[in-house]
């Protein structure tokens, strides 16, 4: 019996959702506080998230010349393997099943039951993994728990039964969450009680390492919330007219996003000096209090529980393409690589990653290690931009024209800050940076042991 093939249904509207949303999760809602007190002054707070958008943007020019060259699903697993070898591939897919997919994901839908909370208190997070995920035992159960695997379950059985009723669902959160944060920020010039005084007003710093070297740790900070702007690069083999739709969704998201980061947090300094920011993970709920009072803030809740529900969408959607393509080439277990013969969708890919999901917030284990997630995927992400370089040299390689402006600028600009940011998480978090290497070896590991013959 011949293998279904995967379908080509997504549109440009379609791609560029799944990028808008990938990238707008937890990041840009729990980061600005620790930032306010690294770096001190208002015009470093917003500047770093300026940094980090042209950082996105160079990744995403690259990305997507990659993209329209190798339009197959698979994200860097694709570009890796094409460029270094089947075992760098390996890897990416790897990093991406925990640090890429799985852990934001729980995350996100722990993050929904804690916001939820805020309007029904029953369905708070229980024990350990509301905090440190330190504690007894492993198994943490509880009614925020299990809201939290509901949801996830929801999103992976709507995915199951077809890629095109997940993709309208996609495009539905997506218009809400921009056209919600659109209206936060209209409110905040219109009626907020807040005050540009904020933004000359400087805060004693909380880092003692000099302001180059935190800089560029605080942008591995930043970069976490900006992950996600080579989502449509994971659905390539389902796109339509890959060559124009996959650069443009990859573009016109990364811009629209950091236009929006831009304008978030130049609302949240009009609305809190930074010394009343410093150390505040929920930085949007205190803001919105701030300018609208106690209602603003349970309306930021609310805010905040359609735009996670819109980042579990988008990720239960990018995730198991991956390992659908890893399947394929023998590099994961063989039955993430079957289609669904009705609705041609990667079934047991999608089960895998929900399986997975499950574990991490039902044990509390995933905890939001955002720099061990940041240096792995920030490290990978590098890598495969290196490996545009080195793929231009293959005959009937389609270069972009935009790529080619000032080329290799756009590659250089993704590749120089990343090496800034990895050196320096290196020196300043060892620990979390050595997590990640570990990661990696034992990765490659498994990879000789178990795939490399497959």
């Known amino acids: 019996m011949t293998q279904p093939a995967l379908r080509r249904e997504l549109k440009f509207t379609h791609a560029t959702a799944l990028v808008v949303a990938n990238m707008i999760g937890t990041g840009i809602f729990t980061t600005t506080g620790f930032l306010a007190g690294d770096l001190g002054r208002p015009s470093l707070l917003i500047g770093i998230w300026a940094v980090g958008g042209l950082i996105a943007v160079a990744g995403c020019l690259c990305y997507s010349e990659m993209g329209v060259n190798l339009p197959e699903s698979g994200g860097e697993y694709i570009f890796l393997r094409e460029a270094w070898g089947p075992l760098w591939g390996f890897l990416s897919g790897w990093i991406s099943f925990f640090a890429g997919f ?3 994901i729980a995350a996100a839908a722990l993050a929904f039951s804690e916001y939820f909370s805020h309007f029904f208190p029953a369905f708070s997070i229980a024990g350990p993994a509301a905090n440190s995920g330190a504690g007894q035992g492993w198994f943490h159960p509880g009614p925020g728990q299990w809201l939290a695997v509901g949801i996830v379950l929801v999103f992976s059985a709507i995915n199951v039964a077809g890629l095109r009723p997940a993709a309208r669902l996609q495009n539905l959160l997506t ?3 921009l056209g919600v944060l659109a209206l936060f920020l209209i409110m905040a010039v219109a009626v907020g009680q807040g005050s540009a005084a904020h933004f000359s007003q400087a805060a004693a710093r909380t880092s003692s390492h000099s302001l180059p070297a935190q800089f560029a740790v605080s942008l591995v900070f ?5 992950s996600g702007w080579n989502a449509a690069t994971y659905v390539s083999g389902e796109i339509k007219n890959p060559g124009r739709t996959i650069p443009a969704s990859l573009v016109a998201g990364t811009l629209t996003v950091a236009g929006l980061y831009l304008l978030l947090n130049a609302a949240f300094v009009f609305a809190l000096p930074l010394e009343s920011m410093k150390g505040v993970v929920a930085i949007g709920e205190a803001s919105a209090g701030a300018l609208f009072g106690l209602r603003g803030g349970n309306l930021f809740s609310a805010i905040m529980s359609v735009g996670l529900l819109s980042t579990v969408s988008a990720m239960v959607i990018a995730g198991p393409r991956v390992y659908f393509a890893m399947a394929v080439d023998g590099c994961f277990f063989r039955t993430a690589a079957r289609i669904h013969p009705r609705w041609g969708t990667p079934m047991f890919a999608i089960v895998f990653q929900a399986l997975a999901i499950v574990l991490m917030i039902l044990s509390g284990t995933f905890e939001s290690l955002v720099y061990y997630i940041g240096f792995a995927l920030i490290f990978f992400a590098a890598l495969a931009v290196a490996g545009l370089v080195r793929l231009r040299r293959r005959a009937g390689w389609r270069t972009l024209a935009v ?5 290799p600028l756009a590659p250089a600009v993704f590749l120089v800050a990343s090496a800034w940011m990895l050196s320096y998480t290196a020196s300043m978090r060892p620990k979390e940076s050595g997590l990640g290497l570990l990661t990696i070896v034992l990765g490659a590991v498994l990879y ?7």
């Open 175 to 177: 218009a809400v969450k």
């Open 222 to 226: 930043v970069m976490f919330a900006y």
């Open 403 to 407: 790529v080619n402006w000032g080329y």
């Open 448 to 454: 000789f042991w178990r795939f490399r013959r497959q």
């Open 102 to 104: 799985s852990a934001p």
